[in-house]
């Protein structure tokens, strides 16, 4: 039992820039089916990258990299509150239980000991659009 686990929580918060998160050397993705390597340098790339690299013997440019990751952001499940479902907040919580959980929601439930009511939530009222009465001649 080793008692002194590296538990270091650095203040400045960048979550984003974990050191150990492989990323490509050259786009800078995180996430990739396969692994590569540049065959020169050994650097780590992303499958897209590496294969680039390997049938036309340059790196991929940087215009198709951005048309990926336009492409990649449709599919992006991004995280969603446990609890109201919203995909939208300006800090992301979690509950006792590890569940994702939106600002407000995290929030409400710390302060309050209870998840937050949904009812709370301000439902933008549609207005409806008009239905035509049908006309029943008489
Ligand atoms: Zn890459
Ligand atoms: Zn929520």
Redesign the pocket.
Known sequence: MGGAHASTRGGAGSANLDPNVKR??????TQ?PLWRRDPTTFKP??????LYLQQRNRL?PQVL?DADGEEEDQNYVGPECSHCRTHHTSVWRRSKTGAQLCNACGVYARLRGKPRPLSLKRNKIKPRSKHPKPVIPS
Do not use: F, P, Y
């Open positions: 490509c050397s050259h786009c800078k993705a990739t790339l992303c499958n897209a990258c590496g991929r990299i």
